[in-house]
């Protein structure tokens, strides 16, 4: 980067010639997120404009290289790109799985047609991901999963059952864990990629406490898969996992920014007129802690982008983030008092402050529970003796 | 800029650290010190060492003959101080009274800034007036007297006072107690007519004073800044002063925190070593991750202040928060882990809970910097 201040004011210039007003307001629910895919409905036509500019540009995914739909941009241009997103509150013009996890993962562990070819989608938001690695007998204990895909030649016969996958339901394609070889534990998985819409995937939405039912049982009946769609080597599947896994719990951290970084305090007592001094205060350190949190955040990306910091960190963050989270909605709940509690009335929003605390109850499940997290700390990081 | 050291700041870390866990280290300087019953709780050996370092000058600007560093590298020093329990008053004296003093006039700065550089004079704070942190609250007047100024009122938790050739106070000139307007800060010298000191002994051993002022006569020379007009030097030396305590506090918890991982990896129990214990492996994992948000915050209020940036009042203050909050954590679950000869004065790791204790106390506990956050974002 020549000149960060030229570079900033260049971004500030095109931001706002290109940012639709609407796509500067606060992401209210799951509809107004652009998740891109063969069959996504654009909520308004300020969320498809918004996302065509960025694609154009490669600002979907600011620092993935330019041949692969990003727009090359350096650790420090794309904090800059970030800052400047987050000074005028603009919304992602693109939020997906393809983005978050398979992206780096392939570009770590892919070939290059496999870069140029799924990478490109991703960064133009044509096919919408979704993650198969748990399964109804393999939580926690992911390695034990038992999806089998057998050897037919020039492909993979694959036969299984995964479960939490998100938005499977609505995903185009699949990065899939199969067992493809039954003697070895971990070096007997590999790391598939095919599309949902291949006979004998079927998938089954599972209602949740919240009402809502983001993820889905997925069965796998016969499905045939080229032997072309694998990332990395045969039975090494589990290292591309891991890698993934990294990622996705940086996701869910909420790292990258957003409202898990935010305070709540001022708006709280603003909304609900707070007049418990112990809930205030309860608030003042829930802020203490957002803030620190946030500046958490800064530092872990930071560090990342330079190849700093500890390799296990994201379980350090997604541990923090997710029990954070789950404070703030405990929060949220308490200083709405009754009006909390509304489920499905308009005044509620049909019920989100309490849909949405429920859900933040997976955030210390999802990728990875707490207890996994700490456990993982213990053992790669404090080096603590058999953990 | 990105959250972490840059390359002088690496080094500065590196020969901060190696000289601190030397000649700052915990037999030679805390124990022997406390042993001996020293008035001063500190030595001035090590004070004249940290001037030929370079540290008592840190945030002084280059013109003054100082490093012209900033608040991170002030922090930096102050690290490794807590990681050792290095009794010195670098925190008070080359932090807080050299940020007051910058605000002096070049007659003022003359006088003070050569003594603190060479490590041959010791500076104290004078501001609270109570058991808590209060400094929006100030009692102690000073009434025009003939050329100058005369002094009246009670400072409490002087850190070092007795030791201090000069104390910064602030004192008010005008309007009442609680304020914002009408603070002077005055340079007052230990010898001065009028001013008493009654020295204790606290928990963690070091000296802090009971300071009245009786009368305390002073030339309009000893005025630091502008007359009426000292809350915002004030405030200035007080963020510096907190957001040092934050830097030394997360010291004291990593310290802490080393011990503690170091013995879970060598003590036995039930045939096994203890860390082997998921009761135990989970809160290690807990604390570390509870520090390392504290040294990210703690780095973030840093820059914000180096950097003059609006948000640094409301950073700062979460800093103090934070970073006293996980300290806390690390030295009473250091302890507990320790179990039995945790209790014991042998084991250092009651002085890290002790020298914690007076760290949360230091220009502002978590309540009152929480109290700060809410206040400064609006509720």
């Known amino acids: 980067m020549s000149d960060p201040d030229a570079f900033r004011a260049e971004l500030r210039a095109w931001l706002e010639a290109n940012c639709p007003p609407e796509m500067q307001q606060p992401v209210r629910d799951e509809d107004d997120v652009c998740w891109g895919g063969r069959n996504f409905k654009f909520k308004n036509p300020a969320q498809k404009a918004w996302l065509e500019v960025c694609v154009a540009k490669g600002y979907t995914v600011p620092d993935w290289p330019v041949a692969y739909g990003g727009a090359g941009m350096t650790p420090a241009e794309a904090k800059i790109w970030r800052e400047e997103m987050q000074r005028i509150g603009a919304r992602p013009p693109l939020s997906s799985f393809g983005i978050w996890m398979l992206g780096p993962a392939l570009l770590k562990f892919g070939t290059e047609e496999q870069k140029v070819h799924y990478l490109g989608q991703v960064a133009r938001g044509e096919i919408r991901w979704c993650q198969g690695y748990s399964e109804p007998g393999s939580g926690s204990d992911l390695v034990s999963l038992q999806t089998f895909g057998e050897d037919k030649g020039d492909h993979w016969v694959v036969n299984g059952q995964k479960i939490w996958t998100s938005y499977a339901d609505k995903a185009d394609w699949i990065f899939c864990l199969v067992r493809t070889d039954k003697a070895n534990k971990y070096q007997g998985i590999s790391f598939l990629l095919f599309d949902m819409a291949s006979p004998g995937v079927s998938t089954k939405p599972i209602l949740l406490i919240s009402g809502n039912s983001p993820f889905c ?3 796998f009946d016969n499905v045939s898969v080229p032997k072309d769609q694998i990332v990395g080597e045969l039975n090494r599947g589990w290292d591309v996992a891991k890698y993934l896994l990294g990622h996705e719990r940086e996701m869910i951290s909420g790292a990258g920014g957003g409202d898990r970084m935010n305070t709540i305090g001022a ?22 802690d957002a803030l620190a949190y946030g500046a958490m955040g800064e530092k872990f990306l930071d560090e990342v982008k330079v190849g700093k910091g500890h390799p296990a960190g994201s379980n350090m963050m997604k541990y923090a983030g997710t029990e954070l989270n789950k404070r703030r909605h405990e929060l949220v709940m308490a200083a709405g008092g009754t009006a909390s509690l509304e489920w499905d009335s308009a005044a509620s929003n049909g019920g989100g402050r309490a849909r949405g605390w429920l859900r933040t109850k997976a955030n210390s499940i999802e990728g990875g529970t707490s207890e996994v997290m700490l456990n993982v700390i213990a053992k790669r990081i404090l080096d603590l003796p058999g953990a | 800029m990105p959250l972490y050291h840059n390359d ?26 406390r042993d001996i019953q020293c008035k001063d709780g500190f030595g001035h050996a090590l004070w004249g060492q940290f001037a030929e370092m370079g540290f008592t000058g840190i945030l002084v600007p280059e013109a003054d003959g100082g490093l012209g560093m900033g608040h991170v590298e002030a922090g930096i020093v102050l690290e490794e101080i807590g990681r050792n329990l290095t009794p010195s008053p670098f925190l008070t004296s080359s932090v807080m009274a050299a940020t007051a003093l910058s605000a002096g006039g070049d007659e003022l700065r003359g006088r003070y800034l050569p003594g603190l550089l060479d490590g041959s004079s010791v500076y104290a704070v004078a501001i609270d007036e109570g058991p808590k942190h209060r400094p929006e609250r100030i009692k102690t007047r000073a009434e025009r007297a003939g050329n100058g100024f005369k002094l009246s009122g009670t400072k409490a938790f002087v850190v070092q006072g007795a ?42 051993s070091a000296m802090a004073a009971h300071v009245k002022l009786d009368n305390v006569q002073l030339d309009a020379d000893a005025v630091i800044g502008e007359v009426d007009g000292g809350r915002e030097v004030l405030n200035r030396m007080l963020s510096a002063g907190r957001i040092g305590a934050a830097a030394e506090s997360v010291g004291v918890g990593m310290g802490a925190f080393d011990m503690t991982t170091t013995y879970l990896k060598q003590r036995k129990q039930f045939g096994k070593l203890i860390g082997e214990f998921q009761s135990l492996q989970h809160r290690a994992a807990h604390l570390y991750s509870e520090l390392e948000i504290a040294r990210a915050v703690v780095i973030k209020a840093q820059q914000l202040l180096d950097g003059g940036s609006d948000k640094a009042d409301l950073m700062v203050s979460v800093a103090k928060a934070k970073a006293g909050q996980a300290a806390g954590l690390a030295v009473k679950e250091g302890v507990q882990m320790h179990g039995g000869i945790g209790m014991t004065d042998e084991y250092d790791i009651g002085l890290y809970m002790k020298r914690d204790r007076a760290l949360a106390e230091f220009m502002g506990d978590q309540y009152y910097h929480a109290q700060r956050v809410a206040v400064l974002s609006g509720y």
């Open chain 2, 8 to 33: 002088d700041q690496a080094m500065l870390a590196d020969s901060a650290r190696g000289f601190m866990a030397d000649e700052g280290a915990i037999a030679r300087q805390l124990r022997h010190f």
């Open chain 1, 217 to 219: 049982e997925t069965f």
């Open chain 2, 163 to 204: 030791s201090a050739d000069m104390l910064v106070v602030a004192a008010r000139t005008a309007g009442n107690d609680e304020d914002d307007a009408g603070i002077t800060l005055f340079a007052v010298p230990r010898d001065a007519s009028g001013l008493s000191l009654d020295s204790v002994r606290l928990v963690d």
């Open chain 1, 267 to 288: 708006i709280l007592s603003r909304n609900a007129g707070v007049e418990d001094p112990l809930l205030r205060a309860e608030l003042a350190m829930f802020d203490v």
